[in-house]
Structures are given as C-alpha cells and as structure tokens.
C-alpha cells in the first residue's frame, strides 16, 4: 500500500525542508511514499478563515482518490507512543486500501468536509508546531515507526 502526505503550502525554510526530504527518502526504502504541496492560497486577506479553509479543502480534494484511508494531522487526534504508532501502522498497511493519505491542513485547520472525510485524527502532541516543523517531526515519526517494525536499532527504549 502506498503512503501519502499531503500538505497544504511548501516549505519555505531550506534547513526544515532538507530534513524532510531526507527523511522521505528513508521512508521511500521501506515503503512506497509520495508527497504532495497543495498551493498556499494567496491575497487571503479579503477571505474570511471560513472560507480559507474552504478553498483549501477543493485544493487538498483534488488530490483525494477513492479508496483513500484519510489520516488527519490534527490537533484533537488520538496520540501515541513512537512504539505504539509503528504497531498502528503497521496494522493499517496490512488493510484492503490503496493509499493511507495522511494530511496537515492549513493555518486554521480543516473544512468540516475534510474531517467528514476522514477516518481517523492522529496529533504529534499536545504543543503547537509551525505547520513546516510539523512535516519533520511526521517524517521522522514515519521513518521510525518502519524502522521499529523491521527490528532496526534506530529507535531506543
């Protein structure tokens, strides 16, 4: 099964962004994985944050397939242990699904038809990241979990 992630603007800092990237290319090691940047949206100052979340919903939509297990990055979502997300998803990669699509929303969250679409609501923790420090922190959190799966010695009890 594939893994998705999709987020909503690009990443502007080139020290977070190489972190990404280079945790991305470990995951794809061990598992098919894509990402999508969905365009942030601009002169946004006439918009009210209803409507931002609306028409970030259309963008992030557009790249919603059928089939897709929908995984929110939020910050009401169910919380784990690095040990017990890994026992999470690999349960989830053993599912009848094409793609498990995880996905960060913009500034102010999610259109409640991103969340009617959603199965599930998963939060890093109960701080407040940056939207782009959020994309290291999965990553890395994605990268460990495989590694935990497969016995590695990256993760330390």
């Given at each position: 099964?594939?893994?998705?992630?999709?987020?909503?603007?690009?990443?502007?800092?080139?020290?977070?962004?190489?972190?990404?990237?280079?945790?991305?290319?470990?995951?794809?090691?061990?598992?098919?994985?894509?990402?999508?940047?969905?365009?942030?949206?601009?002169?946004?100052?006439?918009?009210s944050m209803e409507q931002q979340k609306e028409k970030e919903a259309d963008l992030i939509m557009q790249q919603l397939k059928s089939g897709d297990h929908i995984i929110l990055?939020?910050?009401?979502?169910?919380?784990?242990?690095?040990?017990?997300?890994?026992?999470?998803?690999?349960?989830?990669?053993?599912?009848?699904?094409?793609?498990?699509?995880?996905?960060?929303?913009?500034?102010?969250?999610?259109?409640?038809?991103?969340?009617?679409?959603?199965?599930?609501?998963?939060?890093?923790?109960?701080?407040?990241?940056?939207?782009?420090?959020?994309?290291?922190?999965?990553?890395?959190?994605?990268?460990?979990?495989?590694?935990?799966?497969?016995?590695?010695?990256?993760?330390?009890?």
């Open positions: 099964m594939k893994i998705t992630f999709i987020a909503v603007g690009k990443t502007t800092d080139k020290h977070v962004a190489a972190l990404t990237d280079d945790y991305m290319g470990r995951i794809g090691h061990f598992n098919p994985f894509e990402f999508h940047a969905v365009n942030e949206l601009r002169n946004t100052k006439s918009l990055l939020d910050e009401k979502g169910r919380e784990f242990r690095s040990t017990e997300f890994a026992e999470w998803l690999e349960d989830r990669l053993h599912k009848s699904c094409k793609r498990l699509v995880f996905i960060i929303g913009g500034p102010y969250g999610f259109d409640r038809r991103i969340y009617d679409m959603a199965q599930e609501k998963i939060s890093l923790s109960k701080m407040t990241f940056s939207h782009q420090m959020i994309r290291v922190l999965f990553t890395e959190q994605l990268y460990r979990a495989f590694t935990i799966m497969k016995g590695m010695p990256y993760h330390h009890e």
